[in-house]
């Protein structure tokens, strides 16, 4: 698999990476497994979180990868505190609380230096200035390599990237959801790399039943999934092939990350991730064809 840098940094990574969130369990031998057969299919981005499964999964991620840790580019997030009952979590963004934890997604990592660490949310109203001080400081510490965003929000990217060194911003981006396209080109403008989650749409597009998906009726997801088919049927592409290749033919995307939970599906994954291509305007055009481009409501 072809690698390319993420944004402006000199993270070379491959078009598709594994989202550790589907993974549940910790660290189970199918878990480990299917991590370890991801690296074997040419896949060195794994992405996770402090907040999934309270660590858990961090520590799958660096239990899994230590034996290829220098093959391999970890992202983690840091931004959210479990309470203590275990009932849900708060935001909690500030210098003093990220300086502390990335010390225990080091450990659970088993790694001295973080590649990615990037924010899990965040406001406007949140302390940005202080937060990017700690970020900063965590590069000269060596404990993170760069820093990025996992946000949604055009008005928190906005700032991140006027007052920031962010390389990348994850966010969903998928054929069903193209709200993220008003920033893309301000993020290309100033070298931030997209990592896209939700590609594949949740297989509503590939062989799940249709439903109606965030402001899109069922019946829009239907047209939508007849565009697809159209256009694997012509250029003799899976369905899964053309939503990942939909995604990774904007130029500012550089990451695909895909949820798996079984080796039946990592396998499915390494097979369509052989035949991606660059997408021309008319087929993009194509894909789009009579299908309601969404829009942010909140958070502008």
């Not at 993420?6 to 989202?19: E, F, H, Y």
């Not at 998928?174 to 993020?187: A, G, I, Q």
């Not at 088919?229 to 995604?247: F, K």
Request: aromatic share 6%; proline share 3%.
């Amino acid at each position: 698999m072809q690698l390319t840098k993420l944004g402006k940094s000199a993270l070379a990574v491959s078009p598709i990476g594994i989202g550790g969130m589907s993974l549940k369990g910790g660290t189970t031998k199918l878990n480990t497994e299917i991590l370890l057969e991801a690296v074997d299919a040419g896949i060195n981005y794994f992405d996770t979180a402090d907040l999934y499964e309270r660590g858990m999964n961090e520590e799958l991620v660096g239990h899994a990868l230590r034996s290829v840790r220098d093959k391999v580019v970890i992202a983690t997030k840091v931004g959210n505190q479990w309470r203590s009952d275990g009932t849900t979590w708060d935001w909690k963004a500030s210098k003093p609380y990220i300086i502390k934890t990335v010390e225990a997604s080091l450990s659970r990592l088993h790694t001295s230096c973080i590649d990615l660490y990037q924010l899990h949310g965040g406001t406007i109203d949140d302390p940005i200035d202080e937060i990017i001080e700690a970020f900063e400081e965590l590069v000269k510490a060596g404990k993170i390599r760069y820093y990025g965003l996992s946000s949604i929000r055009p008005n928190v990217i906005r700032a991140y990237t006027e007052k920031s060194n962010i390389v990348s911003v994850m966010m969903q981006y998928s054929l069903l959801d193209r709200r993220p396209e008003d920033v893309f080109p301000l993020l290309q403008k100033n070298g931030i790399g997209l990592i896209s989650r939700g590609a594949l749409t949740q297989g509503l597009l590939i062989d799940k039943p249709l439903e109606k998906y965030l402001q899109l009726t069922s019946s829009e997801v239907g047209h939508a999934k007849r565009n697809v088919e159209r256009v694997a049927q012509e250029l003799g592409m899976s369905m899964s092939q053309v939503l990942l290749s939909y995604v990774l033919s904007q130029e500012v995307a550089d990451v695909a990350a895909v949820g798996v939970r079984t080796l039946a599906q990592l396998r499915d994954l390494r097979e369509a991730s052989r035949n991606l291509a660059q997408l021309s305007p008319a087929v993009l055009a194509d894909l789009t064809r009579g299908l309601r481009r969404l829009q942010y409501t909140d958070h502008l």
